[in-house]
């Protein structure tokens, strides 16, 4: 990975909070494995993050990627330090993931969705918008989780100054649809456009920059699924959310949100490589 680099290949970045709690097993090492394969489809080389032997790791192996899945915490950047300390096996988000890329110079990573502020919530709002504000890293998602509160996660990524480049789209997606009714902040058309946009926003001192990318399938009826989750299980707190209302949204979807899932990260990975390729060849 670090050899990737210097060649000049084009590395992205992915998250195992999605391999550790997002995704139920078999999904989820089919979701993780499928992300890696269609980077190295497109030339590029996967950066798989996650804490483990009491290191912050960047590139997995196979046999690691299995470790996070039969069993890890879920770590954000302010559990990174805590998590390398114990020796756990920790599973990275969105947040903890960014400040590894730039610690390792990766400037590409991909997810299904980042996280923001919750329905009914407000004052559940993930560190992942906090280090978009603070770590120079594009990251390629679907919108934000289906479970949040779109409109206030959009206002708070505008209020932090981050843009949210919408990749062929005019409309943030809403992870399961292409339309949530919250526009982005610029537009931008394929893989050129794309890297030409992300070096002329990093050049004006912007850090984090959202890529969101429309998922390749619609989920009939996913936006009422997702109130239900909501209201159901309304009265769980802290990390555990997003993996309950997520588990509930499968079960409400006869497990079609878990294929589309998984379809979507994949495609957030190949896009990703196809943009990072194009900016390194600018
Ligand atoms: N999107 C999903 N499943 C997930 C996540 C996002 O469809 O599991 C994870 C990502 O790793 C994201 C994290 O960074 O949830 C945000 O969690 P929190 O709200 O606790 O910050
Ligand atoms: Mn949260």
Not at 3 to 15: K, R
Request: charged fraction near 20%.
């Amino acid at each position: 990975m670090a050899d990737a680099l210097t060649q000049g290949i084009p590395v992205v970045a992915l998250e195992t909070s999605i391999l550790g709690q997002g995704l139920p097993p078999p999904h989820n090492l089919k979701a993780a494995r499928a992300c890696e394969a269609a980077i190295r489809e497109e030339g590029g080389a996967p950066a798989t993050v996650a804490v483990l032997d009491g290191r912050l790791r960047v590139g997995l192996s196979d046999a690691e990627l299995e470790r996070i899945a039969a069993g890890s915490v879920k770590v954000s950047t302010r559990d990174l330090g805590p998590a390398m300390a114990r020796g756990s096996a920790g599973a990275t988000t969105v947040a903890a993931t960014m400040r590894a890329a730039a610690m390792a110079g990766i400037r590409f990573l991909a997810t299904g969705g980042i996280g923001g502020i919750h329905r009914g919530h407000p004052e559940d709002q993930s560190a992942d918008l906090v280090e978009l504000a603070r770590s120079p890293v594009a990251v390629f998602c679907a919108g934000a989780k289906i479970i949040l509160d779109l409109r206030l996660t959009v206002e708070r990524l505008e209020s932090l100054g981050i843009p949210v480049l919408g990749y062929g789209c005019d409309e943030f997606p809403a992870f399961y649809s292409r339309h949530s009714g919250c526009p982005v902040s610029a537009r931008v058309d394929g893989s050129a456009e794309a890297a030409r946009t992300l070096g002329a926003a990093w050049d004006t001192g912007v850090r984090g920059i959202v890529v969101a990318i429309p998922p390749p399938a619609e989920l009939e009826g996913a936006e009422e699924m997702a109130r239900r989750a909501v209201a159901d299980e309304r009265d769980l707190a802290g990390a555990d959310v997003t993996p309950r209302l997520l588990a509930r949204m499968a079960e409400l979807s006869g497990g079609r949100s878990l294929d589309l899932n998984i379809d979507l990260v994949v495609n957030n990975a190949r896009v990703a490589a196809q943009v990072a390729r194009a900016f390194l060849a600018a």
